[in-house]
């Protein structure tokens, strides 16, 4: 334990892993990015199994709550990579298929949500 003190000082100085706080804009572009999701018809796996587009937005919500909660997401990209490439409890990659689409892991379906949400944003 007499490392301890150490281990809790670097991660508090750790770039994008402490403190982190997204910006008004960062909240809307994930807010945004959640949201894609409602009204679609794509499915979205986890864990082996599909669900629909509110079961997945309601998982991939709870994801955000839990990283703004500690402090570990400041911008759309951490909230992609953090919580809705992969599973947290498995490692596994999610997937997102749409009808007449290729399947495609979650973090280049929400890349280039996330791309297309900038180029119409002046």
């Known amino acids: 334990m007499k490392y301890f003190p150490l281990v809790a ?7 994008g892993i402490a403190g ?7 909240r809307r572009e994930i807010t ?3 949201g894609s999701l409602d009204g679609s018809q794509c ?9 629909g587009p509110a079961d997945a937005r309601a998982h991939l919500q709870r994801k955000y709550d839990y990283l703004l909660k500690k402090d570990m997401v400041d911008s759309a990209e951490q909230f ?15 997937r ?5 689409q290729p399947e495609q ?6 890349g280039a949500r996330l791309q297309a949400l900038r180029q119409r944003t002046p």
């Open 96 to 100: 997102i298929r749409c009808p007449g």
């Open 32 to 34: 945004q990015l959640i």
């Open 9 to 15: 000082l670097a991660l508090a100085l750790a770039p």
């Open 105 to 110: 892991t979650s973090a280049a379906w929400f």
């Open 80 to 94: 992609i990579e953090r919580a809705a490439s992969q599973s947290s409890m498995s490692g596994k990659a999610y």
């Open 43 to 51: 499915q979205f796996q986890r864990n082996g199994s599909w669900y």
């Open 20 to 26: 982190a706080a997204p910006s008004a804009e960062a």
